[in-house]
């Protein structure tokens, strides 16, 4: 498969959802299309509450991503990419979710396909739950797959990877000016969920979140695991001469605590595009740290745990990371 371009995600983007991309490109200020992406994932996340209240489902929280099931191999190729394969990676896994869009009327076994296709085995609490059922019942992954999207329902699934979708591509897309965003792509590899505790931004903003990070999933059949991600994101603020500089904290269980950091400085004259991990340290001390050192790698290890970020890129508008929170006694 060839590399996925911004340019290659915006034209899928306005292929796929032409109504939001028409609003944003009328729009004559990077204000105005804050203001547009506002509005479009309000929209987005009240169409979702209103298919959560229709299947019975506890509403999903404003600024909340989506926990997302990894496959084996795409698992394996995330946690080996390197440089600009990172962004590659992201790209591809931005892109197979945004295809689902629109296919509220699509069979289960479609969309389970779909995401089979790109790598997800499931999306969201509702469908790794009822995934992973089928997963202790020794069920074939693209079994507990289609269990998963039956449980969740197919416009549940198709409203997560809109709000997803609405959130992640938007800031990093369209804008007046040159933009300063990073998008981290979390794994959680503990034996336990990971539950958010807090953030800081010295400069910017925070977009997207996850709370909390499920634990990873049995896989009865080939023995081993099925590993949950999730993107966070954080972005500069509108006007602003800085980027985005941004510390957060997880929980384990409520015992360790585990801080990752990001930087896009928005212009490379004193540093770097970066990246830093503590262990039971605080988001603010992280969100120093980061630019200090000015590192796009970066490992630590402490007791039973193991943490690891990596930049695409010292450079670029947007940054790229793919980070992990392993526990070194279970580490592959």
């Known amino acids: 498969m060839s590399e996925i371009t911004d340019f290659d995600l915006k034209q899928k983007f306005r292929e796929l959802f032409p109504e939001e991309a028409k609003r944003l490109q009328s729009a004559k200020s990077q204000e105005e299309i804050e203001s547009i992406h506002s509005e479009l994932l309000k929209e987005a996340e009240e169409k979702l509450q209103t298919e959560l209240k229709k299947a019975g489902m506890e509403p999903m929280l404003r600024d909340q991503t989506a926990p997302i099931l990894l496959h084996h191999d795409v698992y394996q190729t995330l946690i080996h990419a390197n440089g600009n394969q990172i962004r590659e990676q992201i790209h591809k896994l931005i892109d197979g979710l945004a295809r689902l869009r629109n296919q509220e009327h699509s069979s289960a076994e479609f969309i389970s396909m779909s995401l089979n296709i790109v790598g997800v085995l499931a999306l969201g609490f509702v469908a790794i739950s009822a995934a992973n059922t089928g997963l202790d019942a020794g069920l074939m992954a693209a079994a507990a797959s289609l269990l998963g999207v039956e449980a969740a329902t197919v416009a549940v699934i198709v409203g997560i990877v809109t709000v997803v979708i609405i959130g992640i591509i938007i800031p990093i897309l369209y804008y007046m000016f040159k933009p300063a965003a990073c998008l981290i792509l979390l794994i959680n590899e503990t034996d336990k969920p990971l539950i958010w505790k807090n953030d800081y931004n010295v400069h910017g903003k925070p977009v997207l979140k996850l709370n909390p990070l499920p634990k990873p999933q049995p896989d009865i059949l ?9 993107f966070i994101s954080t972005q500069k603020d509108k006007d602003a001469l800085f980027g985005t500089q941004y510390g957060f904290t997880y929980s384990y269980d409520d015992k360790v605590d585990l801080t990752f950091a990001v930087e896009n400085p928005l212009t490379a004259t004193y540093v770097d595009n970066n990246c830093y991990c503590v262990i039971n340290e605080t988001a603010i001390y992280a969100a120093g740290k980061t630019n200090e050192h000015n590192k796009q790698n970066w490992e ?24 992990r929170a392993t526990m070194i006694k279970s580490e592959n």
């Open 300 to 323: 630590t290890t402490k007791g039973d745990f193991k943490l690891s970020i990596k930049c695409n890129s010292g450079s670029g508008s947007v940054a790229y990371y793919i980070a």
């Open 222 to 230: 080939n023995g081993g695991k099925y590993y949950i991600a999730a």
